[in-house]
């Protein structure tokens, strides 16, 4: 997930905001208007930051990426792995969704809307090109942001830890397979190179500067004091790199949203589906497998929620900043944060009828009273 997903979350917990993050939504919308305004006036500029480009990679891009994704990934602690042991079904369930549903649900959904139902009424030349988008979003499963999610429906601390760790790892050696694969399938063109040089640059070289970074500080006195101040500072940094990357991104794509205005809304829909079948998934299987509802609320959450930084990333490195894959990720994030917090409702309001299941262990078990998540963050 984004910047944007955890200012939403700390509004929707209560924690406190400063001026910029309260009114995250306003500057949100403000750049994509401001986009789509610069990108009409002023094609010229926009021209010239497209072709800044070193090996089909865009350098600018690549800087505002690496600033959203680092601060994100100083809070993961792969120290937690070993932990996986002690929620081995929750760990399960969320695996499966995430690398064995996901992709392939969103995939099935592309074809079925954007190729299928609204064929017609979506530029023809970009079909193929939304698609692409769409199972790119799906198949990056969210890392730091769900600490968020987890911590608004009060699950166990140590399983988010561990599953988003996991996650990081799996995501290295997956990634790029299952995009290559479902863009096969989809008669998509597949630049092999180009989509591993996406995952060493958005995944591999951030998360090895992250984990650098992070141990170098937790080594001094005082560590986790110096680490939370550490990611104190780069939010802000993270977040106008977010709005940097939107004005961008939708000055390219200003004038086709603004003959077509109606493509945000048909892209929303597969997005919109595919978040609610799989958080809905993953919740029903835990509860199958009798996880605990402080083990399966996060797991819901983490099946359903995508890693946006590195969708958008990976589309435009594939497909360029004109694609209607760089848009398609972008719709991604300006409609799942709303959606995220209703499927968070929807997890805290059937806690009780989820524990009447034979087997489950009661929530005051798991997770006992002031033990969440934003104590391990």
């Known amino acids: 997930m984004s910047a944007q997903c955890e200012t939403t979350g700390k509004k929707a917990s209560g924690a406190d905001m400063g001026l910029f993050e309260r009114y995250l939504t306003v500057w949100v919308f403000l ?3 401001a986009g789509i305004a610069l990108g009409h006036f ?3 500029s926009f021209q010239l930051v497209g072709k800044m480009e070193v090996a089909q990679v865009n350098l600018p891009v690549a800087v505002l990426i690496w600033l959203m994704i680092i601060p994100m990934l100083l809070k993961i602690d792969f120290r937690a792995l070993h932990q996986v042991k002690d929620h081995w079904r929750g760990i399960g369930v969320t695996l499966f969704v995430n690398w064995a549903v996901k ?4 995939a099935l959904l592309a074809w079925l809307f954007i190729r299928g139902l609204f064929v017609d009424w979506l530029p023809a030349e970009q079909i193929d090109s939304y698609i692409a988008g769409l199972i790119i979003l799906a198949a990056a499963p969210c890392t730091a942001m769900v600490f968020v999610w987890s911590h608004l429906s009060e699950g166990e601390p140590h399983f988010t830890l561990t599953q988003v760790a996991l996650n990081d790892v799996v995501m290295i050696f997956a990634f790029a397979p299952i995009v290559g ?6 008669s998509i063109a597949v630049p092999w190179g180009t989509l591993f040089l996406s995952v060493v640059l958005y995944i591999v ?7 650098l970074w992070r141990r170098t500080v937790l080594a001094e006195g005082q560590g986790d004091t110096k680490l939370a101040r550490v990611i104190k500072m780069l939010h802000p940094i993270s977040l106008i790199a977010l709005l940097a990357t939107l004005v961008l991104l939708f000055g390219f794509q200003g ?7 109606l493509i945000i809304l048909l892209l929303a829909v597969p997005i919109l589906i595919q978040v609610f079948f799989n958080s809905g998934l993953a919740y029903l299987l835990n509860r199958w ?12 959450l983490i099946g359903a929620s995508n890693f946006f930084e590195l969708a958008v990333a990976t589309a435009i490195v594939l497909f360029g900043f004109q694609s209607g894959a760089a848009l398609a990720t972008v719709v991604g994030v300006l409609i799942e944060v709303p959606v995220m917090l209703a499927a968070v409702k929807v997890v805290n309001s059937t806690r009780g009828w989820y524990e009447q299941a034979p087997g489950v262990v009661p929530h005051e078990e798991c997770c006992p009273s002031g033990v969440h998540l934003h104590a391990h963050q």
Not at 103 to 106: I, R, V
Not at 181 to 186: A, H, K, N, R, V
């Open 31 to 33: 750049c994509i208007v």
């Open 42 to 44: 002023i094609p010229e």
């Open 103 to 106: 992709p392939f649900s969103m």
């Open 181 to 186: 694969l479902l863009l096969g399938l989809s």
């Open 205 to 211: 070289i951030p998360v090895l500067i992250a984990q």
């Open 255 to 261: 004038d086709q949203i603004i003959a077509q205005p």
């Open 289 to 300: 497998v009798r996880s605990p509802h402080c083990v399966a609320g996060p797991s819901a």
